[in-house]
């Protein structure tokens, strides 16, 4: 349960309405306490000042209705230019950069305040009372407090109109795109991995913690599961998996007295019949056990970049192939996606990954998280790029030398070894597809990376336009 109110609460304060309705909530009881506090001051108060001198039912008609109009008239423009602006990038940086667009906040705030005030406008007009009328308030009742609010909130209103046109051509410009992902794809980072217990040194392994974890679930002995046998449990629906509730699955699973590991991670697809986690002993896993681990994922049609890392990788990748696509041919953009992939990756290598052990209130286990390794993300970021930057000489520089400037952030042989891979990889596929000076520069960059990998610590000056020779690379230390 825990699992779908988060997966609705985050689809509610990621959606376009949700905000604009607070807002006009806001706006409505705003309202209705002026009007009640113009009701109990007398009209004397407002003495004979320019501004605060008592209005004319007429007149507090006329400004609350040209107001209340020409908001509602703005908030379809404003509406229509952010459909403009969504449809502009989906289809030029990719449809999964929606989310993204749709969920802006200066875009939500900015038809807030123009539905909010023609909502707060609306019901202070209601109030107003000539001659004519007979209520509660007399004769004549005309909130003067509330129409200085309203020509207030008019003035901000027209404030936020020239936030707002700023803002459009702003937030669609490629390279703030860029930034805006990859700035999230570092927090993301921060928060989800750990500092090292050292400030530094070899990334923290589990290794003091692995005779907690069942034998049938240790890597590489899963042939002895035979002797140690573990209950499947298979999803019953269909979708992206959007929200895995860690709390409620070590809930089910120290209400059974067992031990889960998952099989997955959130923004997979996954389908009915798919296994999602082992469970050991397998003679405690009842149907109502399984109903319970089943009930702390939430599944959705698409995927949500809340819980998913991978989802961010993807977004920078999809816009780099786009602009290294024949028909684009833009290897500048490819090359500011590299860079925040480097930030990115520089920045997961200096940290520790989140523990994939869970204890329950006891202090045993009950979870093993799937984890995933350095070289891991870094296939999912430089790997899956690496096809496209091969053919571009310009891209293909770049990619070689992003991976030299993340070498001094890896703290182990592993992961300059990952580095290793990608640069071999790489240059498989870049050497047939280029010749001559392309080549030579290809082959220069390569040269540089692998210097940089021979001595991780060597302090050597920045690559220029002409590289210098591997062999005059100073030593480590």
């Not at 099989?263 to 896993?285: D, K, M, Q, Y």
């Not at 770049?398 to 990889?425: D, G, K, M, N, T």
Request: some cysteine.
């Amino acid at each position: 349960m825990r699992a779908f109110v988060q997966q609705y609460y985050q689809r509610i304060i990621a959606s376009y309405w949700f905000i604009p309705a607070l807002m006009a909530t806001a706006a409505a009881v705003l309202a209705v306490v002026l009007v009640e506090i113009d009701a109990r001051v007398p009209i004397e108060t407002f003495g004979d000042g320019a501004f605060l001198f008592a209005t004319q039912p007429d007149g507090a008609r006329a400004i609350l209705s040209a107001i209340g109009g020409s908001m509602i008239g703005v908030a379809g423009t404003v509406f229509s230019v952010t459909m403009a602006a969504v449809v502009f990038a989906s289809g030029s940086f990719g449809p999964r950069l929606l989310t993204n667009f749709m969920n802006d906040r200066g875009n939500q705030v900015t038809l807030g305040v123009f539905v909010a005030t023609f909502v707060y406008c609306m019901l202070v007009l209601r109030s107003v009372q000539d001659g004519a009328d007979r209520d509660a308030y007399g004769d004549m009742f005309v909130p003067n407090i509330a129409v200085f609010a309203a020509i207030i909130l008019a003035i901000a209103s027209i404030g936020v109109l020239i936030f707002f046109i700023h803002h459009v051509p702003s937030n669609i410009h490629i390279s703030n795109v860029i930034a805006g992902i990859g700035g999230k794809l570092t927090k993301q980072i921060e928060a989800t991995f750990r500092e090292p217990a050292g400030g530094g040194g070899e990334p923290e392994e589990t290794g003091d913690r692995l005779w907690q974890i069942p034998t049938c679930f240790r890597d590489g002995v899963d042939e002895m599961a035979a002797t140690v046998p573990y209950a499947e449990v298979a999803c019953d629906r269909a979708g992206y998996l959007q929200v895995v509730d860690r709390q409620t699955l070590i809930g089910a699973a120290r209400d059974a007295d067992i031990v889960v590991r998952l099989n997955c991670r959130t923004g997979e697809f996954v389908h009915s019949g798919r296994i999602l986690f082992h469970a050991w002993p397998s003679e405690r896993v009842s149907e109502e056990t399984r109903k319970a681990l089943l009930a702390s994922i939430a599944t959705g049609n698409e995927r949500t970049p809340s819980d998913d890392l991978m989802f961010l990788f993807d977004e920078l990748v999809e816009i780099a192939a786009r602009a290294l696509s024949p028909g684009v041919n833009d290897p500048f953009t490819a090359i500011t996606c590299l860079d925040w992939l480097m930030a990115a990756m520089a920045t997961l290598a200096g940290r520790d990954g989140p523990d994939p052990l869970h204890d329950d209130g006891d202090g045993r286990l009950r979870v093993i998280d799937r984890r995933d390794s350095f070289g891991d993300y870094l296939e999912m970021s430089f790997g899956h790029v690496r096809q496209y930057a091969a053919s571009d000489m310009i891209a293909g520089e770049r990619f070689l030398l992003c991976l030299a400037e993340l070498v001094p952030s890896c703290r182990s042989a592993a992961q300059r070894s990952a580095i290793a891979f990608q640069r071999q990889a790489f240059l498989a596929l870049a050497r047939p597809a280029h010749s001559g000076a392309a080549l030579a520069t290809i082959d220069r960059a390569g040269e540089w990376l692998d210097a940089s990998l021979r001595h991780p610590r060597g302090r050597l000056p920045p690559p220029g336009p002409a590289f210098p020779s591997v062999a005059d690379a100073p030593a480590e230390g």
